[in-house]
């Protein structure tokens, strides 16, 4: 389930490394940290929508134009409202889709595609042949139905667990004292580029890259006192995917180590911390972090999010 970019540029993500996903339509994070309670809504515009025309071939079409398209289709838009102390917050806005994706080839996954699209081929030959009034129209075409979701499930399994994938997102946030919407100034903003590879169902690694724009009360190299400092982070994270049995579900555990570089002391720092996460139920992930966060006196961070993502798209498959 997708973080959000702007919980992300503001350091109070559960991770700031974050594993490729497709978008939802909706979803919705909570975050119950130890400095308050935070909460972020993503909205993927074109998913909102149903798309009929939109058939799993087009989705995957590999032509230049639909690689675009793709680009456009998977944005989603957020928004992000975190607490800086008691009487001031932080609100971000952010913007994330996926460049591109290279999809895993699961030998299980392509014997299963081969009988249903064989299952599917021989039972629309067969509902052709017939008219409504001939016995047996309904169950031929029932079966049709039947395999033809059984392919789309196959088909949607493969995209969305690619073997590679890049995504850019970017985020632009305002900080309000003593809550005042008038009062609002620039707090920071950044863009970055995140790669999720994925050999193995079971094993990713992630690479992330972002430079960002930071408030700061430190000085330069020669002593001048300065509001802003320009930082790059760079970013691993490696995890494994636990079955657990009897569930049908993984439980996801991950470390992540962050550098980030910057001219200024207050602002430079690194993050390493253990990631869990682990789906609930359908569309209800629970995330949990703890470590070291960025700052001079190496703060501890612990931090429990939950994500809900609904109207989850599915590419129909024809």
């Known amino acids: 389930m997708p973080i959000s970019p702007g919980i992300a540029l503001l350091d109070k993500a559960p991770t700031n490394i974050e594993r490729a996903s497709t978008p939802h339509a909706l979803g919705v994070t909570l975050l119950n940290g130890l400095q308050g309670k935070d909460f972020a809504l993503a909205v993927a515009p074109y998913w909102l929508f149903n798309h009929p025309g939109l058939t799993y071939a087009k989705y995957r079409d590999a032509t230049f134009a639909n690689r675009v398209a793709q680009i456009v ?4 838009v957020s928004g992000a409202v975190v607490s800086a102390t008691d009487s001031t917050s932080n609100a ?3 913007l994330r889709t996926n460049l591109f ?6 030998p299980l996954n392509a014997t299963l595609r081969k009988k249903y699209e064989a ?4 039972w629309a030959l067969e509902v052709a042949g017939m008219t409504a009034a001939d016995p047996g129209f309904n169950a031929a075409k029932d079966s049709a139905t039947h395999y033809g979701d059984k392919l789309q499930q196959v088909l949607v399994a493969e995209y969305n667990e690619p073997a590679f994938q890049v995504s850019l997102a970017g985020a632009y946030a305002y900080q309000y004292p003593d809550r005042d919407l008038r009062a609002r100034k620039s707090e920071r903003y950044g863009a970055w580029l995140t790669a999720d590879w994925r050999p193995k169902r079971y094993f990713e690694a992630l690479l992330v890259a972002r430079w960002q724009h930071l408030p700061t009360a430190g000085t330069t190299a020669q002593g001048e006192a300065k509001s802003t400092a320009d ?3 760079l970013g691993f994270r490696g995890g494994f995917n636990i079955p657990l049995p009897g569930l ?11 550098r980030r570089f910057a001219d200024d002391k207050a602002v430079a720092g690194k993050r390493v911390a253990f990631v869990t996460e682990a789906e609930v139920t359908d ?3 629970l995330t949990g972090t703890f470590g070291e966060d960025f700052g001079p006196k190496h703060p501890v961070v612990a931090l429990l999010g939950i994500n809900f993502g609904f109207a989850t798209q599915s590419q129909q498959a024809r």
């Open 73 to 76: 289709r998977d944005v989603d």
């Open 119 to 122: 299952k599917v081929d021989f």
């Open 92 to 94: 971000a806005v952010g």
């Open 283 to 285: 569309g209800i992930y």
């Open 231 to 233: 930082a790059v982070d």
């Open 248 to 258: 049908q579900r993984d439980w996801y555990l991950s470390l992540e180590y962050l």
């Open 101 to 106: 994706r290279i999809a895993r080839k699961d």
